[in-house]
């Protein structure tokens, strides 16, 4: 099985800040690499696929890079409504979540 | 509107059986994988399994795989995931997915998510 991790679990940051969020998988999975975001009581929201492809409707503050095993996320400038939970899933073999990156208020 | 809609909150008790339900809309049901994930109170995302309802063709993560049964009914565009013997620790909120192809297999349409509790 295709192992992932991301880094940091949390973090604290404010309006206006660029955060960074990194994932790295046990093996190369290419880029078949997705961000989602989580918010409290609400379904996961598919941002980016592909690594680096961003999905339909997604602000463009939002932007992801990467491949093989070592991939990013970065909100370039956050606003209030980016406060959420942020995971990482492999595709390339059956699916896998990281175990998220919970973004809070500074 | 391309949607998932999820079967309501589930209370049960340990030992007994339990099939919630996801159905689709909007989209061609049969021509897509639908994929289950659980999600424990305050933990992370745990893909479950995955299923394609043209054929019921199904692959379960090892992690699950004999707890539950993902099933489908393609005549009504609808997904299942059952138990036959619940226990306290299958508490969680359970979200249905549609994996697309063209998007590098991600999930791109994901339901409201059945919460199940199971207690004493």
């Known amino acids: 099985d295709i192992q992932m991790t991301q880094s940091p679990s949390s973090l604290s940051a404010s309006v206006g800040d660029r955060v960074t969020i990194t994932c790295r998988a046990s093996q190369s999975i290419s880029r078949y690499l997705n961000w989602y975001q989580e918010k409290p009581g609400k379904a996961p929201k598919l941002l980016i696929y592909a690594a680096s492809t961003l999905q339909s409707g997604v602000p463009s503050r939002f932007s992801g890079s990467g491949s093989g095993t070592d991939f990013t996320l970065t909100i370039s400038s956050l606003q209030p409504e980016d406060f959420a939970s942020y995971y990482c899933?492999?595709?390339?073999?059956?699916?896998?979540f990281g175990p998220g990156t919970k973004v809070d208020i500074k | 509107e391309v949607q998932l809609v999820q079967s309501g909150v589930e209370v049960k008790k340990p030992g007994e059986s339990l099939k919630i339900s996801c159905k689709g809309s909007?989209?061609?049901?049969?021509?897509?994988?639908i994929g289950w994930v659980r999600q424990m109170p305050g933990k992370g995302l745990e893909w479950m399994g995955i299923?394609?309802?043209?054929?019921?063709?199904?692959t379960y993560s090892p992690s699950f795989q004999g707890r539950v049964t993902i099933s489908a009914d393609k005549s009504i565009s609808t997904a299942y995931l059952q138990w036959s013997s619940l226990k306290a620790s299958d508490t969680a909120t359970y979200y249905c997915a549609r994996r697309d192809y063209g998007l590098s297999d991600a999930f791109d349409i994901w339901g409201q998510g059945t919460m199940v509790t199971v207690s004493s």
């Open positions: 899933q492999q595709s390339y073999s059956t699916f896998t």
């Open positions: 299923i394609w309802p043209d054929n019921s063709d199904t």
């Open positions: 909007g989209f061609s049901f049969s021509s897509y994988w």
